[in-house]
């Protein structure tokens, strides 16, 4: 069968790392927002931004059927798996994992950063092969699933360890988020050693807190909605609005995690349905662009740390199985159709997110 190359020599570089990684991690900030947009059809549309302090040097994957996968959790207490389902993405690293993406039968999900709240397993607690390295996780479920149902009912079954990422120099603090065909959304938080799963009505996820402290927090919102105010009237003189959207007034436009939630469910909830296709996908691009973080908008605050921007924007069209992606410095939408690769090909696809050349000046008429 099919393994992938150097992990084992990469998880020796990794456990190398461990004992020092409190001293020298890089501790880059994430501001990744993702949602699920219904279609006007039943269907389903997943969008999200990947943020980051410095270069994840992400590339195109498509990860074929029958592939087989070792992971790296140490002492041989990892699961080795063989994917069962073709699936295109994004890496990060030259990983061969995705951190986003979807698969053949519309399962579609992400890694999301959860800072301060994520908690892994130690490897010397976990049964034989049932752990899973915290970059693993999404590959092992979209390679495995066709259903979030599938996916709640399986990774109670594993473990998530903590293990340094190299190129982070961390263990990184993650947690998921899955969506399928049908419109059912799960999150997955590794919390104290242990997986909390949760059932996701709302189909949004930023970063930490916790999803069930999002979930309570949208009781101070309760009275933001699309539709505008009614003008009032105050001994005798009736006062009204400035103009347009302000059943809106209050909604948060910060970028930390908490309003970035509930301005994303703001979009999902209100923004008009349209059909599966190109038609949707244009609707999430334009709910993703209010998300958008340039460099220089959002600093860490040691000044030698690079400032978190919006590295990539990724779509996925659950219904056609095409994954599309625009980057920070190429924003065209561009798009990957899963079905047209041969999906029992012996080897991983790349390609790298490469900037186009740089398009024609307009032309005016004389």
């Not at 309570?216 to 505008?228: A, E, Q």
């Amino acid at each position: 069968m099919r393994k992938t190359t150097d992990l084992k020599r990469r998880a020796a570089t990794m456990l190398t790392a461990v004992a020092t990684a409190a001293m020298v991690a890089i501790q880059p900030a994430a501001a990744c927002t993702s949602f699920l947009l219904p279609t006007s059809d039943g269907e389903s549309v997943y969008g999200r931004t990947m943020e980051f302090g410095f270069e994840l040097e992400s590339e195109m994957m498509v990860v074929p059927r029958g592939y087989s996968f070792t992971s790296v959790v140490p002492d041989g207490k990892g699961v080795d798996w063989t994917g069962k389902y073709g699936v295109v993405g994004l890496n990060a690293f030259d990983l061969p994992n995705v951190v986003d993406g979807v698969n053949e039968e519309g399962l579609a999900g992400g890694i999301l950063y959860f800072p301060g709240y994520a908690g892994y397993a130690e490897a010397k607690d976990v049964d034989a092969k049932s752990g899973l390295a915290p970059w693993e996780v999404l590959t092992w479920a979209l390679t495995q699933f066709t259903t979030v149902a599938e996916v709640k009912a399986a990774i109670a079954d594993v473990s998530v360890v903590g293990v340094v990422e190299s190129s982070l120099g961390i263990v990184p603090p993650f947690h998921f988020v899955f969506h399928d065909e049908s419109g059912a959304s799960l999150v997955v938080e590794p919390v104290d050693g242990a997986l909390k799963i949760y059932d996701n009505p709302v189909g949004v996820m930023t970063n930490s807190p916790g999803f069930d402290w999002h979930l309570t927090n949208l009781g101070n919102f309760v009275n933001i909605s699309p539709v505008n105010v009614e003008s009032m009237e105050i001994f005798g003189d009736k006062i009204g609005s400035f103009g347009q959207g302000s059943g809106l007034l209050g909604i948060p436009g910060d970028p930390t995690p908490p309003s970035r939630f509930i301005r994303a469910l703001g979009y999902t909830a209100s923004a008009e349905r349209v059909p599966s296709g190109i038609e949707s996908v244009r609707l999430a691009e334009h709910i993703i662009n209010n998300f958008d973080i340039p460099i220089g908008f959002v600093k860490p605050d040691d000044p030698k740390e690079s400032p978190d921007y919006t590295q990539w924007s990724a779509i996925a069209d659950l219904k056609n199985r095409r994954y599309y992606v625009k980057s920070y410095k190429d924003q065209v939408l561009r798009s990957v159709d899963l079905m047209s690769f041969d999906l029992d090909a012996k080897d991983l696809a790349k390609a790298p997110l490469t900037p186009m050349m740089e398009p024609p000046a307009l032309a005016f008429p004389k």
